[in-house]
């Protein structure tokens, strides 16, 4: 079983930043592609970006390119999303959740292929 905790969310003001930071124990995490989701209120479950397990390949959705990274590091089991140039808009709660590919390069922001999820990480953009 792997389990998933984030943190380093919190209260920023537009065009600022922050990073959220996923960090795993119970299994190693260099089998899994890991995804960012947020869920912002009244709006349904968006994909933001993910990460292979193999050769660091990564995926962002539109709204956020040039703006997110997402990096790993396995010899800590973890996982970040650096955030910048933070908008209103971004205001959610952000999950990390794992999806089983080894050695694969690829990943994919579809939620159903997720199989283990953190409890989520409050970001309020706001001045």
């Known amino acids: 079983q792997l389990q998933l905790v984030e943190s380093g969310g919190g209260l920023v003001q537009p065009g600022g930043s922050l990073r959220l930071s996923c960090a795993a124990s119970?299994?190693?995490?260099?089998?899994?592609?890991i995804g960012w989701f947020r869920q912002a209120p009244g709006k349904e479950h968006e994909g933001v970006a993910c990460?292979?397990?193999?050769?660091?390949?990564?995926y962002y959705v539109d709204s956020v390119k040039g703006r997110f990274t997402i990096s790993r590091d396995n010899a800590q089991n973890t996982v970040y999303l650096q955030m910048s140039s933070l908008e209103p808009e971004d205001t959610a709660v952000y999950y990390c959740a794992a999806d089983y590919l080894p050695i694969q390069a690829a990943c994919f922001v579809r939620r159903d292929r997720y199989i283990y999820w953190g409890q989520g990480a409050q970001v309020t953009v706001s001045s």
């Open positions: 990460i292979a397990s193999t050769d660091d390949v990564t």
């Open positions: 119970g299994l190693p995490l260099d089998h899994y592609a």
